[in-house]
């Protein structure tokens, strides 16, 4: 496991735009697979997409394709997923995650399951108004 922090969040407009930050302190593995997945009221968590921190490859779910981008930062440790064009849907609590295990992070059928992420960060809530 590792420590997750997270940063940014808040209230936009629609159409506008906003930036996550998920800060990795303790990091000492090379490879991580870190995800980003979100939770609306009353829903289910829902995955965003994801980043492999040895090759930089990303992977979104369609409806934030093209919209949003996942960034790793070596030097500072952190991912970010830059969010823009943001719509009212994209209300929820966001939540950064990371597989510290080579069973989990060398495939990519588990990306976008939550079961197979073992660090979670605190969550930062996002709103979009309409």
């Known amino acids: 496991q590792v420590q997750l922090v997270e940063s940014g969040g808040g209230l936009v407009q629609a159409g506008g735009s906003l930036r996550l930050s998920c800060a990795l302190p303790g990091r000492t593995n090379s490879d991580y697979r870190m995800g980003w997945f979100r939770q609306a009221p009353g829903k289910e968590r829902e995955f965003v997409g994801c980043?492999?921190?040895?090759?930089?490859?990303?992977f979104y779910v369609d409806s934030v394709k093209d919209r949003f981008t996942i960034s790793k930062d070596n030097a500072k440790n952190t991912v970010d997923l830059q969010m823009n064009r943001l719509k009212p849907e994209d209300t929820a609590v966001y939540y950064c995650?990371?597989?510290?295990?080579?069973?989990?992070?060398?495939?990519?059928?588990?990306?976008?399951?939550?079961?197979?992420?073992?660090?979670w960060g605190q969550g930062t809530q996002v709103t979009v108004s309409s």
């Open positions: 995650a990371a597989q510290t295990s080579p069973s989990a992070y060398f495939f990519t059928s588990a990306r976008g399951n939550a079961y197979k992420y073992d660090s």
């Open positions: 980043i492999r921190w040895s090759t930089g490859s990303t």
